[in-house]
C-alpha cells in the first residue's frame, strides 16, 4: 500500500523526534565525557588548581568522587524510606478507601504537592522543617545513640541529613502516590470482587488481589522517586550541612554525607576550570547512576512479569505508562481455575 | 541618611540613592565617613552614553553593583547594565577571560595564569584589577545573655578551628573579663558554598594565628566539622536560629544579628565593625602587588591593622577590565561606569544603600590614573 503524504510526515516528525532524544542524551553524556576528562587525568595531588578549594585534600578523582557517590545514595535511600510507605499508603487510600468526592480532592492536592518549585522546599526545610525535627534528633541522639545511625555530636542548628531527608520524602511524594494510585486502581474489579466473595476483608483482598497486582508498577513508581531524589539540588543544597566523606551519621552538623548534586551547586561558581572539570565529573557519575536506576527499575518490571513484555492498553485514565499486568497470585486467591477464568476475561 | 557633600552629587544621583535607599533593606547605612569634596574624587557621567556592559563575577558585590547600576542609569538612561551574580568570582573572570564580559567582579585579583591568559583577551597590556568593594567580615553570635562579646584573633582561629568548643573555655573567659559565660557547646556555622569571604576570613586567619589555623586558605571552608550553610543569608539565618552559635559574613549582609568586638593586631583592644574601621584598616593594611602597569592588585598585611581605628578583617572585592577593548564604544561605556564606580559618589551609593565601606581617596586617585589606560 502507498504511504499517503500526512502518514509520511507524521512518521517523519514522530521517528525524528524519537531519534533527538537520543541525540540529546549522546550529546549531554559526550559534554559531560569531555569535559570531566582533565580532571579524571589530572594528578590530584601536585596540581596546584586541584589542592587548594573545594577539592582540596583529596588524592584523586574517585576519592573524591565516591565520598559524593555514597552521600547521594544514602540521602535518597532515607528519603525512600521515609517517603515510599506514605506515598503508598496515599494511594491506596485514595484507591480503594477514601470516599469518591474526598479521593478526587485528595488525588489533587498530592499532584498539587508536584508544582511547588524544590526552591520552595528548601526554604520551607530551613525555616519551618530543621527547628521542628531538633527535639526529635536531640531524643534519638540520647536514646538510640548507640545506632550508628544516630549517634555523633547531635545538631544544633537542624542541618542534618534527617533535615534534608524529611523535606525530600515529601518531594517525592507525589510521582510515588500519583503513579501507584493509577496502578491500584486499576486492578480489575473481577479480582478484588473475587477475593471479597472468598470472605477475604478488605485489607486481605488489597493484599491479595491488589498488591500482587500493582507490585511492579510500584516497584517502578518509588525507583522513579528515587530518581527524583537523586537529582534533588537545590532543597539538599539549603537545608544540609555538608562534609565530603563516608557517614552513615544522620543527626549531625559536622559529618553529613554530601550528594553530587548539591555539592555541584554550592561549589561550582567558585571553581577554577580543572575543579570544575572534577565537578562535572561528579555529574558524569550522577548520570551514570541515574541510568542504572533506570535499568534496574525495567530489570525488576521484566522479571516480575515473567514472558509477558507486551504493552498494557491504557483506559484513559492513567497519565503514566503502567507496568503492571494482570497477574494475580493463584495461590493467594485459593486457586489455579479462579485465577484462569479472571485471567481470561481480562486478556 | 544625610548627605555632607550634596553639592556635587547632583539632583539626579541624589534622587535615585534616595530612591534606592528606599527599598534597600541593609543595616544602619551612614554617611558620616565621606571623604571631603575638595580632596576625593569626582566624576561627571554623561548623560548622552547608550549602549549595554555585560558583566558578573562575585556575589559579595552584588548588592553595591545593583545600587552603581542603577544610580548610573538614572544619569545615563540609554544604558543597559547587566551584572550576573550567580556566576560568582570563578565564573566572572571565566566568562571575562573569554570575551563575553565587558569586566568582572572578583574577590581575589587575577593569578599569574589570568594574567597570562588576560594579555590574549585584551592584548600586550592585559587586565586591570581594581578594588572597588570593601566591607568587612563580621563575626556574628547568638548567645542567651551576652551582647558585648570580645574576641582575639587567636581566640576566634581556635574556635573556627574548632579547638575550642565550649562558651566558657578559659581563651574566651580571658577576653571578656567580667562577663559570665554559660557552658552552652558552641556551634560554629560557615559557608557551605565557595565564597570570596571565606576567602578574606581564611586569609585574615592564617596570616594573624598560622600557628592555630593551620588549614588552607581559600575559598572553600577548610575545617570539616562545622556547620556548613549556603550563601551568607543562611550563615546568618543559622546563627540567628541557633543557640550557642557563631560564624562570619559579609557585614553589610547580617541584619540586626550581634557581631563580636574583634581585637586589633597584637593589643588588648578590641574594636566593633564600622565602616570608618573598615577603611582605615585597607588604609593601613593594603600594599600595591601590580601584575602589570596600572594594575592595582592589593596584598593586606593584617600586620600593619594595629589602631583602633580599624577593624581588623577587611573584605575586598576587585573589578578587572580589560586595557584595550575591540569596540571602542564599549570601551568607553566601561570606563565611564568604572569611573563612577571609582568616584566619591559612587562609593557613597555603594556605602548607603549596600552598606560597603568607601575605599580611601589615595586608591579612588590611583583608580583614575588605572582608568585613563582603558582604551
Redesign the interface.
Known amino acids: 500500500m502507498k504511504a499517503r503524504p500526512a502518514d509520511r510526515i507524521f512518521f517523519g516528525f514522530s521517528f525524528g523526534s524519537a531519534a533527538l532524544i537520543m541525540v540529546i542524551l549522546a550529546a549531554v553524556a559526550l559534554f559531560l565525557i569531555i569535559r570531566a576528562m582533565p580532571a579524571i587525568v589530572a594528578n590530584w595531588q601536585t596540581n596546584s588548581l586541584l589542592?587548594?578549594?573545594?577539592t582540596?585534600g583529596f588524592s584523586s578523582f574517585w576519592a573524591y568522587v565516591g565520598p559524593l557517590l555514597f552521600g547521594t545514595l544514602w540521602v535518597s535511600l532515607i528519603a525512600l524510606i521515609i517517603g515510599a510507605p506514605i506515598a503508598i499508603g496515599i494511594a491506596l487510600f485514595i484507591s480503594h478507601y477514601a470516599p469518591r468526592r474526598l479521593a478526587g480532592i485528595l488525588g489533587y492536592l498530592v499532584d498539587l504537592l508536584a508544582a511547588v518549585p524544590s526552591i520552595v522546599f528548601g526554604l520551607w526545610g530551613?525555616?519551618v522543617i530543621?527547628?521542628l525535627l531538633l527535639p526529635l534528633t536531640q531524643w534519638l541522639n540520647d536514646h538510640l545513640g548507640f545506632i550508628p545511625l544516630f549517634a555523633g555530636q547531635a545538631?544544633?542548628?537542624?542541618?542534618t541529613i534527617l533535615a534534608g531527608s524529611v523535606v525530600l520524602a515529601v518531594m517525592i511524594l507525589p510521582i510515588i502516590s500519583s503513579i501507584s494510585r493509577e496502578i491500584f486502581l486499576q486492578t480489575p474489579r473481577l479480582h478484588e470482587e473475587a477475593a471479597l466473595a472468598l470472605g477475604a476483608t478488605r485489607w486481605e483482598m488489597i493484599r491479595m488481589a491488589v498488591l500482587p497486582y500493582a507490585r511492579s508498577g510500584v516497584v517502578s513508581a518509588t525507583l522513579l522517586g528515587l530518581g527524583r531524589a537523586l537529582g534533588e539540588t537545590m532543597a539538599i543544597?539549603?537545608i544540609i550541612?555538608?562534609?565530603i566523606?563516608v557517614s552513615f551519621k544522620i543527626l549531625t552538623?559536622?559529618?553529613n554525607a554530601q550528594t553530587i548534586a548539591a555539592n555541584l551547586?554550592?561549589?561550582?561558581?567558585?571553581?577554577?576550570?580543572l575543579?570544575?572539570s572534577a565537578l562535572i565529573g561528579s555529574g558524569l557519575m550522577l548520570f551514570v547512576v541515574s541510568l542504572a536506576v533506570n535499568f534496574i527499575a525495567r530489570w525488576i518490571v521484566s522479571r516480575s512479569t515473567p514472558g509477558r513484555p507486551k504493552r498494557q492498553r491504557k483506559d484513559g485514565r492513567s497519565a503514566v505508562p503502567s507496568n503492571a499486568t494482570s497477574r494475580v497470585d493463584a495461590v493467594a486467591l485459593g486457586g489455579a481455575s479462579v485465577s484462569g477464568a479472571l485471567e481470561g476475561e481480562y486478556e | 541618611m544625610k548627605f555632607k557633600n550634596a553639592a556635587v552629587v547632583g539632583a539626579v544621583a541624589l534622587t535615585a540613592a534616595l530612591a534606592l535607599a528606599g527599598c534597600s533593606a541593609t543595616s544602619t547605612p551612614s554617611a558620616s565617613t565621606t571623604p571631603t569634596a575638595d580632596a576625593g574624587v569626582t566624576y561627571k557621567v554623561d548623560p548622552t552614553l547608550t549602549g549595554t556592559l555585560t558583566a558578573g563575577g562575585s556575589?559579595a558585590q552584588a548588592n553595591a553593583q545593583t545600587a552603581w547600576t542603577a544610580a548610573f542609569k538614572a544619569q545615563a538612561t540609554g544604558v543597559t547594565i547587566n551584572y550576573d551574580k550567580?556566576?560568582?568570582?570563578?565564573?566572572g573572570v571565566?566568562n571575562w577571560l573569554a570575551g563575553s564580559y565587558d569586566f568582572a567582579g572578583t574577590d581575589s585579583s587575577l593569578n599569574p595564569t589570568q594574567v597570562t591568559s588576560a594579555q590574549t583577551t585584551c592584548g600586550a597590556g592585559g587586565g586591570l584589577d581594581i578594588p572597588a568593594y570593601l566591607s568587612g567580615v563580621a563575626i556574628i553570635y547568638n548567645l542567651a545573655g551576652v551582647s558585648n562579646l570580645k574576641l582575639s584573633s587567636a581566640t576566634i582561629a581556635s574556635i573556627f578551628e574548632l579547638k575550642i568548643t565550649t562558651w566558657n573555655d578559659p581563651a574566651i573567659a580571658a577576653d571578656n573579663a567580667g562577663v559570665t559565660l554559660p557552658a552552652t557547646?558552641i556551634?560554629v556555622?560557615t559557608r557551605?558554598?565557595?565564597?570570596?569571604t571565606t576567602a578574606n576570613f581564611t586569609k585574615y586567619l592564617k596570616d594573624t594565628q598560622p600557628s592555630i589555623f593551620t588549614q588552607?586558605n581559600?575559598?572553600?571552608w577548610?575545617v570539616?566539622?562545622?556547620?556548613?550553610?549556603?550563601g551568607g543569608a543562611?550563615v546568618v539565618?543559622?546563627v540567628t536560629?541557633?543557640?550557642?552559635?557563631i560564624g562570619y559574613a559579609d557585614n553589610s549582609s547580617i541584619g540586626s544579628v550581634t557581631a563580636a568586638q574583634v581585637q586589633v593586631g597584637t593589643s588588648k583592644k578590641f574594636v566593633a565593625y564600622s565602616q570608618t574601621g573598615a577603611t582605615n584598616a585597607f588604609e593601613a593594611a593594603a600594599t600595591a602587588a601590580p601584575t602589570g602597569t596600572g594594575d592595582l592588585s592589593e596584598t593586606l598585611d593584617y600586620s600593619k591593622i594595629t589602631n583602633t581605628d580599624s577593624y581588623p578583617i577587611p573584605l575586598l572585592s576587585y573589578v578587572v577590565a580589560c586595557t584595550t577593548f575591540k569596540d571602542a564604544a564599549q570601551a568607553k561605556l566601561t570606563k565611564a561606569y568604572l569611573s563612577f564606580i571609582l568616584s566619591d559618589v559612587g562609593q557613597k551609593v555603594a556605602s548607603v544603600n549596600a552598606g560597603s565601606a568607601p575605599l580611601p581617596t589615595s586608591i579612588l586617585k590611583e583608580a583614575v590614573k588605572s582608568l585613563a589606560l582603558i582604551k
Do not use: K, M, Y
Not at chain 1, 589542592?51 to 573545594?54: I, R
Not at chain 1, 545538631?155 to 542541618?159: K, L, M, Q, R
Not at chain 1, 551547586?265 to 576550570?273: G, I, M, R
Not at chain 2, 550567580?86 to 565564573?91: L, P
Open positions: 589542592t587548594t578549594g573545594p582540596a530551613i525555616i530543621r527547628p545538631s544544633n542548628t537542624g542541618s543544597a539549603l550541612s555538608p562534609s566523606g552538623d559536622g559529618s551547586a554550592l561549589n561550582f561558581p567558585e571553581s577554577n576550570d575543579q570544575r | 556575589s550567580s556566576q560568582g568570582s570563578g565564573g571565566t557547646p556551634t556555622v557551605s558554598d565557595g565564597s570570596g588552607a581559600g575559598t572553600a577548610p570539616p566539622g562545622t556547620s556548613g550553610q549556603q543562611g539565618n543559622t536560629a541557633g543557640a550557642g552559635t
